[in-house]
């Protein structure tokens, strides 16, 4: 008798969780990220609210670059993904990065937080501006994160240089860039404000600094035209800002949590609600999540919305329809 009403009692359990769009069990759903660097620590934090929060347990799957992961989400093989915006549009239209080979499944199920990026180097080394890296050793190539060469690109374009100009040394992927800049092999690297490796840089270099970009008109369209949805921000010394000695111009866009339509409607509300109701918790993990705002995850990011996401934020009356 005792094992019958158990089990009566686990059935209409099961019975509620699927009522409310509930995971039945802890059901596990995979998060593509990179290996390293400011998408890895993003993922990180994510998959741990998730994993606490929600009634799933999300696992990370690291590889090298979206460009990996993001066909797999397409195809419905793993559920959710990071990336920023730029590359997110790229990837779904088959530009650029995955040229000829575009991932039209993909759907927003959060716009996360603006992203600022810019180039590094050593806090006294005699380059003062983007054109100053001329003839410099500079990471290049990124056969296995094509986004690091789009993005190099648009940034020695600021300074008038193409990778022609420089002295190139291939590197695969983020994470072996970042090891050649704290090495002093190579006199830059991209690097995110907030991120976690600056602190290690800035010790093991004796200091870095950000380079400042031309934000005159021209160059904004230029930067805009090479990655869309980008633009200018000044950025000013603050406490924790490695990197920022003076005031600076860097780029900014914004970072996106993306799935495809092949996720569950009540899936993807699952998880977006997890990371509205808990934002303290995201800020917990670092500086990255300064500008976080749960108001703002259902902003036009330049791809359509999941709609699992579109139904939460609805009810939470921070959606506007396009």
């Not at 920023?84 to 790229?90: L, M």
């Not at 983007?130 to 094509?146: E, H, I, M, S, W």
């Not at 602190?199 to 090479?226: C, N, T, V």
Request: aromatic fraction near 8%.
């Amino acid at each position: 008798m005792a094992l019958r009403r158990q089990l009566v009692s686990t059935m209409m359990a099961l019975a509620v969780g699927v009522a409310w769009g509930l995971p039945a069990a802890s059901q596990t759903i995979g998060i593509g990220t990179t290996q390293a660097g400011a998408t890895n620590q993003i993922a990180t934090a994510i998959a741990k609210v998730v994993s606490e929060k929600s009634g799933f347990q999300m696992r990370m799957q690291p590889m090298a670059g979206a460009a990996q992961y993001t066909p797999m989400v397409n195809a419905g093989e793993l559920e959710f993904a990071i990336a920023n915006v730029v590359e997110a549009v790229y990837l779904r239209d088959g530009q650029v990065i995955l040229e000829g080979k575009p991932n039209p499944e993909l759907r927003i199920a959060a716009r996360l937080f603006p992203f600022v990026a810019g180039l590094l180097v050593q806090k006294d080394a005699p380059i003062r501006s983007v054109a100053d890296l001329r003839g410099k050793q500079v990471p290049t190539g990124f056969t296995g994160n094509p986004l690091g060469r789009v993005i190099m690109d648009a940034f020695l374009e600021n300074g008038g240089l193409t990778i022609a100009d420089v002295q190139q040394v291939p590197v695969p992927a983020f994470p072996r860039m970042f090891d050649l800049f704290r090495g002093g092999t190579t006199a830059t690297s991209i690097g995110a404000l907030g991120a976690g490796p600056l602190r290690e840089w800035d010790q093991a270099l004796g200091g870095i600094r950000y380079l400042s970009f031309d934000a005159s008109p021209q160059k904004r369209a230029m930067i805009e035209k090479r990655l869309p949805r980008a633009s200018f921000v000044e950025i000013k010394p603050s406490a924790g800002q490695t990197g920022v000695i003076e005031p600076v111009n860097l780029v900014q866009y914004d970072y996106v949590f993306y799935t495809s339509t092949k996720v569950p409607d009540a899936t993807v509300a699952r998880v977006v609600e997890a990371l509205y109701r808990n934002p303290g918790d995201l800020k917990a993990t670092g500086p990255l999540w300064a500008e976080f705002d749960p108001a703002q995850m259902g902003i036009d990011a330049g791809i359509a919305y999941h709609p699992g996401a579109i139904a939460f934020y609805r009810a939470q009356g921070i959606w506007r329809d396009r």
